[in-house]
């Protein structure tokens, strides 16, 4: 499984963006899809999930209410909206995906997203 994150860029703060993941290869064997963040200097944060048949998701408290999870199974993709954005959503966006049965876990490179004051 390859996952190609795209989207990212400098939005002012209060701004949109949409960020989207990409998935290639064994997409028959995904289950659970999931964002993170990493910021500089800090640790890799969750932010939300969502399962293969998209009934269900959850959100970190620090997105909840303005961050969106969903997924596309026919295109093979995930998004991200994220709205309302603060200086502290600056950070590079991770897409991450786990798979059915021995659960192997991938992740894309990521893209970052620089949201000004």
């Known amino acids: 499984v390859q996952l190609v994150e795209s989207g990212g860029g400098l939005v002012q703060a209060g701004g949109s963006l949409r960020l989207s993941c990409a998935a290639s290869g064994d997409t028959f064997s995904i289950n659970t899809m999931a964002w993170y963040r990493q910021a500089p200097g800090k640790r890799r944060e969750f932010l939300a999930t969502?399962?293969?048949?998209?009934?269900?998701?959850n959100y970190a408290d620090s997105v909840e209410g303005r961050f969106t999870i969903s997924r596309d199974n026919a295109k093979n993709t995930m998004y991200l909206q994220m709205n309302s954005l603060k200086p502290e959503d600056t950070a590079t966006y991770y897409c991450?995906?786990?798979?059915?049965?021995?659960?192997?876990?991938?992740w894309g490179k990521g893209t970052l997203v620089v949201v000004s004051s």
């Open positions: 969502i399962s293969s048949d998209t009934s269900t998701t």
């Open positions: 991450h995906a786990e798979t059915h049965g021995y659960g192997m876990a991938y």
